[in-house]
């Protein structure tokens, strides 16, 4: 058990870390550099004592960073990861900086495992896409003096991490608005997972929508989707076996409103002319569906960007402008939404 906290405030060496948790500085140093034989226990114990005072490098060790810049997928999921990755090899090259993968096959954090490696590489900086770092993961990146920043987070970030997202609530606003405008009053929304903080925000522009026209949602058609095209797919059946189904649906992401098409030519049914469909992303495949998709365009490259451009930023040394940035989405009009048929 780590003793009273009785130490000055500010960063520890490594020398008065050990002597708080109770161990040698070279199990410390372990700990530092990422090495595995270090038992789960004596791991937790220090890097609890990092975490609440921070780790005062020794300006003599101190190593230059590598020229790298950590991306991390939380799912590559197609086009979507290739607009990311455009958007940080963008300022990469700019640095003269490498940029290393690594996806974590959709858990919401990644692993100790992965942790070690970052910390045993040594890059300039870590940008994570879509997937949240714990408090202990950031401790750790935080004592080596590696800045991180999210893209489009799940959840809120901890302890208000750097982040950059989209303005989804307004481009949800937008895209269910221009459906009442046509005509439809019978609007379906399939959503993303119901932990996604960005999936959520879309839901709660497609309410604010509806409530402005004072049209009420009828919870029928409120389905929760998973962002998979297959789960737009089998979401769509639902929706069109019901006895008064919907006229519109607003689909929170591009890939699910792939699975709506298909629903709907299985249906017997012609988009816009029986369903009108609005996606969310505006991922390059978009334009080229029959029809084209009305979709509300999130800018998925410039986000990638401006979160490598921060990670430069605070690895140089500077303080960000603001540590929560949000770029504007835009609805962009194709030929898969039309008035309701008459009667």
């Known amino acids: 058990m780590c003793p009273a906290d009785d130490t000055p405030d500010g960063p520890l060496t490594s020398a008065q870390i050990a002597e708080r948790a109770g161990v040698s500085v070279t199990t410390v140093s372990k700990v530092l550099n990422g090495r595995a034989d270090v038992a789960p226990e004596t791991r937790a114990l220090i890097e609890g004592v990092i975490h609440r005072h921070g780790h005062l490098r020794q300006k003599r060790r101190a190593a230059a960073p590598a020229a790298l810049l950590e991306l991390v997928f939380r799912q590559m999921r197609d086009t979507y990861a290739i607009e990311i990755i455009k958007g940080v090899q963008r300022v990469a090259r700019e640095h003269r900086l490498a940029v290393v993968l690594s996806e974590l096959q959709g858990q919401d954090t990644p692993g100790r495992g992965w942790v070690e490696e970052v910390l045993a590489r040594r890059p300039t900086g870590v940008i994570s896409v ?4 714990t408090d202990a993961q950031s401790g750790q990146l935080r004592s080596r003096g590696i800045p991180f920043v999210l893209v489009d987070p799940g959840g809120e970030p901890a302890h208000a991490s750097p982040s950059v ?3 989804n609530w307004g481009g949800g606003l937008a895209a269910t608005r221009h459906l009442l405008e046509l005509g439809h009053r019978r609007i379906a929304v399939i959503t993303g997972p119901e932990s996604s903080l960005a999936s959520r925000a879309r839901l709660d522009g497609h309410r604010a929508a509806m409530d402005a026209a004072g049209v009420p949602m009828d919870p029928a058609l409120v389905r929760v989707g998973d962002f998979q095209t297959m ?11 019901l006895p008064d189904p919907p006229t519109a649906v607003f689909v929170c992401n591009d890939a699910q ?8 030519a299985e249906a017997g049914l012609r988009i816009p002319d029986d369903l009108s469909v609005v996606g969310f992303d505006d991922l390059p495949p978009a334009r080229w569906t029959i ?3 009305t979709t509300v365009r999130q800018p998925l490259t410039e986000m990638a960007a401006t979160a490598a451009a921060m990670v430069v930023t605070l690895a140089g040394g500077e303080p960000l402008r603001q540590t929560r940035v949000e770029l ?4 962009v009009v194709r030929d898969s939404t039309a008035p309701p048929r008459r009667g």
């Open 130 to 133: 879509f997937a949240g770092l």
């Open 165 to 167: 997202g989209a303005g």
């Open 231 to 241: 789960g737009g797919l089998t979401r769509t059946r639902e929706l069109l076996a």
């Open 257 to 264: 409103a792939l699975g709506v098409y298909r629903a709907a």
């Open 291 to 293: 029809p084209p998709l």
């Open 328 to 331: 504007a989405t835009e609805l």
